[in-house]
């Protein structure tokens, strides 16, 4: 996910397990949305235990990114195009 | 087990995790000769440090066939432009479980997930529902126990 780390993204935790990154965007995103490990967003292969879960409010999309040596953030990017795309791909768990 | 386990694959890929742990790239490097061996064409995926670490090892490639960025082997298996029947996932860490529930979604054959350093239980309930074959071996530095588990899923497709 390479392309991802020129995004200007904002961590909201570092290190964070999937079921931490998925309470969090349960608890405060006020959409969230289930993929499986694979689902492109950002133009990269999310990696994840399934279902992983993506947080929408607005524009702007909370969703982990994993790398081999650093572990899973969690991150906050505001792109319009993407979040109407996880609206129209991904299956809504909430609300 | 079931019988498409005991199968030997036409391909497989071994897919790298961070090479924090000594561990890994000697049973790298070993299960590329024991899948030549076998004659199994092999890709072996990584960061660019794990890649580098196998390469510098073996600078003629007398065991490395193919070997690939990490990042573009997700992608080929994601958009469905690489298959592999066997994927053998390195596993120390907690990001490497997200790599190997990733490969046991999209690489479409058998994922194994090769547990080891001093984790390995933890490691092993992260993996719990995940579906992958877990074979594990507690350690950081000598790579024989999780070897001879390795060895043993091989033996099945000798049989």
Redesign the interface.
């Given at each position: 996910?390479?392309c991802i780390e020129k995004l200007d993204y904002e961590v909201i935790i570092r290190h964070a397990?999937?079921p931490e990154a998925a309470k969090y965007i349960r608890a405060h995103c006020a959409e969230a949305y289930e993929v499986?490990?694979?689902f492109?967003i950002f133009d990269?292969?999310?990696?994840?235990?399934?279902p992983v879960l993506i947080g929408l409010d607005g524009d702007v999309v909370t969703f982990p990114f994993?790398?081999?040596?650093?572990?899973?953030f969690l991150l906050r990017v505001s792109d319009g195009a993407e979040a109407a795309m996880i609206r129209s791909k991904a299956k809504r768990v909430k609300p | 087990m079931t019988d498409t386990d005991l199968n030997k694959p036409r391909n497989a890929l071994i897919l790298l995790g961070c090479p924090q742990v000594p561990v890994q790239t000697s049973i790298a490097l070993w299960l590329c000769a024991a899948l030549n061996r076998r004659n199994i064409p092999c890709l072996v995926g990584g960061t660019p440090a794990a890649r580098s670490l196998l390469e510098v090892a073996d600078p003629d490639h007398h065991y490395l066939t193919e070997v690939a960025d990490l990042d573009t082997v997700i992608e080929e298996l994601a958009g469905g432009t690489r298959t592999v029947d066997a994927a053998f996932v390195l596993v120390h860490n907690t990001a490497a479980v997200a790599y190997a529930a990733t490969m046991q979604e999209i690489a479409g054959g058998t994922t194994y997930a090769l547990l080891f350093g001093e984790e390995t239980e933890t490691r092993m309930a992260d993996l719990e529902g995940v579906g992958c074959r877990v074979i594990a071996a507690k350690g950081s530095h000598n790579p024989l126990p999780l070897k001879r588990r390795v060895q043993e899923v091989l033996d099945t497709w000798d049989a």
């Open positions: 996910m390479g397990s999937f499986r490990p694979g492109r990269k292969a999310i990696i994840g235990i399934p994993t790398k081999p040596c650093h572990g899973t | -």
